[in-house]
């Protein structure tokens, strides 16, 4: 287990990030908003939000797997794994070989879906073999001693003939399992969990989650682990950057943010959580009112607005900072800078 420095520097620092996607009959659309955010190792940082509010496309960019109408138009994501100078992600090629040694080798990925993310036609050991010779100069032989002991390693049984199945012949458990020995092959700087358990049963579920966690202390890495689940992130994440339409709303630690969430999104996704009470004691579910705006129709200012319950005059209109609430955490809403004179609607 590798003995990581409390002060330890960040790996990976995402800064300013913005994603557009243009289409020929529209204007360029804003994707992912001036997006911030650190990795350091042995560290988990969580993204949560609805879905389609630009968390995928973030985890994305970082390997530059983004659709060919998606561009980087601004920002710097700066990948630092040693004393050497930092590159800036960003700024490299989608198909340069200086991305291609980072990619799968320094910063790994585990799918959404594994069925659609693996080959239907190489056996799964053939794919994770082809990644180690690319990657680590191994011979063939030495490959596959390898992928079988890194099928032992996350629990698939019956490891060496598995290796020799197609995707299709595995149950969705053993396919996600075989998905994170791909990514581990290399023993990446940083990994990069795409709701890695959505799709799975509870029980499945939990041991995915103890394997990465126990992963996670063998190699050091640092993680970024992106999910619609509170109770994933309340259980495997150190930090959590809450996001919605494109924009962090609100970031620090998992302890402060969910015992004093502050923005208004992040409150109304706290108070939609079932709990469990006795029959006396049950109340309905607080759903959050209203639906997502387009991101064509996002407003000017706090993307929230339209739904947000405590929305005054300047919250369509003007982009609120960011406020430090201390420890590291801190929100964007203007219900945090607001003048006690002012009068929310």
Do not use: W
Not at 189 to 218: C, F, G, M, N, Y
Not at 317 to 322: G, K, L, N, S, W
């Amino acid at each position: 287990m590798p003995l990581i420095p409390m002060d330890a520097k960040p790996i990976l620092t995402i800064k300013d990030m913005s994603i557009v996607f243009s289409s020929p009959d529209e204007a360029d659309i804003e994707a992912v908003r001036q997006v911030d955010l650190t990795l350091s190792p042995g560290k988990t940082l969580a993204l949560v939000g609805e879905s389609g509010c630009g968390k995928s496309v973030t985890a994305r960019s970082v390997l530059r797997l983004l659709d060919r109408n998606a561009r980087i138009q601004r920002g710097s994501m700066l990948f630092a794994p040693g004393d050497e100078p930092p590159t800036d992600i960003a700024k490299l090629k989608a198909d340069s070989l200086p991305l291609r040694a980072i990619r799968g080798r320094e910063i790994s990925m585990i799918f959404q879906e594994p069925m659609t993310s693996l080959s239907p036609v190489h056996t799964i050991g053939d794919q994770i073999d082809e990644m180690l010779i690319l990657h680590e100069r191994l011979k063939p032989k030495q490959a596959r001693e390898r992928t079988v002991a890194l099928f032992d390693q996350v629990g698939i049984p019956g490891a060496r003939e598995r290796a020799d199945s197609y995707p299709f012949q595995l149950s969705g458990g053993l396919r996600q399992r075989a998905m994170i020995a791909m990514a581990l092959a290399c023993a990446p700087k940083v990994l990069i969990a795409d709701e890695p358990t959505t799709a799975l049963d509870v029980t499945t579920q939990a041991q995915i989650l103890d394997l990465l966690r126990q992963l996670q202390a063998d190699f050091g890495m640092a993680m970024l682990f992106i999910t619609h689940d509170l109770g994933v992130v309340a259980e495997i994440a150190d930090e959590v950057a809450v996001m919605y339409l494109g924009d962090v709303v609100e970031q620090g630690s998992v302890f402060d943010v969910f015992a004093a969430p502050s923005h208004p999104y992040t409150q109304a996704l706290m108070s939609s959580i079932p709990k469990m009470a006795r029959k006396a004691d049950r109340v309905r579910l607080s759903p959050i009112k209203g639906t997502v705006p387009a991101p064509r129709d996002r407003p000017e200012g706090c993307a929230f607005t339209s739904r947000c319950p405590h929305a005054f005059e300047p919250c369509a209109t003007v982009r609120p900072e960011r406020t430090a609430l201390g420890n590291g955490h801190h929100a964007r809403c203007h219900l945090l800078t607001r003048q006690p004179a002012e009068v929310v609607a």
